[in-house]
């Protein structure tokens, strides 16, 4: 079952175009890798899938909702975390929890119940009452993650999410993403770390606003007959001829 399905996604800006046709669809519980250089159109492409930027052409559903016509529908439905802006840095972890909970369209009493539970997953339980800003950096990550599928979304969009995050910590949170997908939950995700491309059931790599390539991490490195995904990356990112978005 496809949770997202695009046609001929396309954006501009002016004369720009940003995104260019982009054509593909991603399966119910699938990790799906979203790659590209700076500059290829990967964020525009996140934020129209989003329902926060609407296409100049093409069609697609996310969540089953229509990115043109229902995009506070799909705002509902789906999870979303960036690794500029997730968390409210001056207020406590317990309230962060409870304040998307509300966001998310959740009742008093489900925020109650499962801010304790996702407490105790995390073993935060000392920490309710910390301030985020005081928490490490991967902790703060980690939060992040589990407040953005607190409310059991279709899908969650995560927008390079370990910048930053030392390599223990990122196989941490990787293992949470396997769990959410293993829940049902689609992860849709970029990231300039290539050794986690390898972690993605599908990889799709966009270059200058198009989609030049997308099949499993496996196929993709037989087709390039790369090593690994940081050189296939390099193979396809090579052909850019654009830097900005």
Known sequence: ??????????????????????????RRGEIFGFLGANGAGKTTAMQMLCGISKPTSGKGTVAGYDILRENEKIKRNIGYMSQKFSLYEDLKVWENIRLF???????????????????????FEKERNTMVKS????????????????????????????????????RQFWEMIYEASDQGITVFVTTHYMD??????????????????????????????????DEVFRKLARKATRIEN
């Open 1 to 26: 079952m496809e949770v997202i399905k695009v046609s001929n996604l396309t954006k501009k800006f002016g004369n720009f175009t940003a995104v260019d046709h982009i054509s593909f669809d991603v």
């Open 101 to 123: 909970g509300g966001i998310y369209g959740m009742t008093d009493h489900e925020i109650n119940e499962k801010t304790d539970e996702l407490l105790y997953r995390l073993k």
């Open 135 to 170: 928490l490490p950096l991967g902790w703060k990550q980690k939060l992040a993650f589990s407040v953005a599928i607190f409310h059991t979304p279709q899908i969650v969009f995560l927008d390079e999410p370990t910048g930053g995050v030392d390599p223990a910590m990122r």
């Open 196 to 229: 986690e491309a390898e972690y993605c059931n599908r990889v799709s790599i966009m270059v200058d606003g198009r989609i030049d390539a997308l099949d499993t991490p496996q196929n993709l490195k037989e087709i390039y007959q790369a090593q690994n995904m």
